[in-house]
């Protein structure tokens, strides 16, 4: 099965404007991420057999069509499993039936679930042969916000390491052009994602304590417009590094161990 890519501009942070919602081939078709409406969206669902539709997350820059194309397809509607009611409190929409690792799909030729948390604790990845629906996990540019309270690094790194590992043809990403050496962007993101867990580190050890202040530590570059992203990313790694034992935070104050 092949996937077909819809470009849907959309209110979010992500640079492009724009969320990617793809559309499988074939027999009741999987329509993954429907951010919103556009006419060449309509006009391919229109034209199509689709039987499912889901998302990889409830970030509201991924769900704002879901309810429109359900209701006109009469589709399966998915949700991930232990995450119903947060999957309706997004898009309105009851769930059908629940996914998680190992589900697979019965679209086309069959779609498995790959469980990609981290990002957001509900994310998941539509896999076929052709390749990865992967939503935020990876973009082929940048980096991905990984930021409290949803935020977990610790399953950010396991899932990044699990494409890696899967070296999958293609990432066909939520925001951005495809990835197509999906093993390098896997690693340029963990060497990122490493580096400013290092930075936030040293921070603490050179006796920041505050967030804001291990954040002008952390990052050395403008972030004007962005600082709330930075600010929860920074959160987010002093929480991986305190179950760690790495660093002490008590959600206020950061100090070294011990």
Not at 23 to 30: C, E, K, V
Not at 155 to 167: E, G, I, K, V
Not at 168 to 188: F, K, N, Q, V
Request: with cysteine; proline share 6%.
């Amino acid at each position: 099965m092949t996937w077909t890519r819809f470009d849907v501009p959309v209110a979010t942070r992500a640079p492009t404007g724009q969320t990617a919602a793809y559309l499988g081939d074939g027999p009741d078709a999987l329509l993954v991420d429907p951010a919103g409406r556009t006419d060449a969206l309509d006009d391919a669902v229109s034209d199509a057999d689709v039987g499912h539709v889901a998302v990889t997350h409830h970030h509201p820059d991924h769900v704002g069509g879901v309810a429109h194309y359900a209701r006109q397809t009469d589709a399966t509607v998915w949700a991930r499993r232990g995450r119903a009611d947060a999957f309706e409190s997004a898009t309105g929409v009851t769930a059908d039936n629940t996914l998680a690792e190992g589900t697979t799909i019965p679209a086309g030729d069959g779609v498995a679930v790959l469980d990609l948390p981290g990002h957001a604790p509900e994310h998941v990845g539509f896999a076929t042969q052709s390749g990865v629906v992967s939503g935020d996990v990876a973009v082929a540019e940048g980096s991905v916000v990984v930021g409290a309270p949803e935020g977990d690094v610790r399953a950010y790194l396991t899932s990044l390491r699990r494409l890696h590992a899967q070296a999958p043809p293609r990432l066909h990403p939520g925001h951005g052009p495809t990835i197509t050496d999906p093993r390098e962007a896997c690693s340029r993101l963990l060497r990122h994602r490493l580096d400013r867990e290092r930075r936030v580190r040293e921070a603490v050890e050179s006796d920041a304590t505050t967030v804001d202040e291990v954040l002008d530590r952390a990052y050395e570059k403008d972030l004007t417009g962005v600082r709330d992203l930075a600010r929860a990313t920074v959160v987010a790694h002093l929480e991986k590094l305190a179950v760690e034992g790495a660093v002490r935070w008590d959600g206020r104050v950061a100090t070294p161990p011990r």
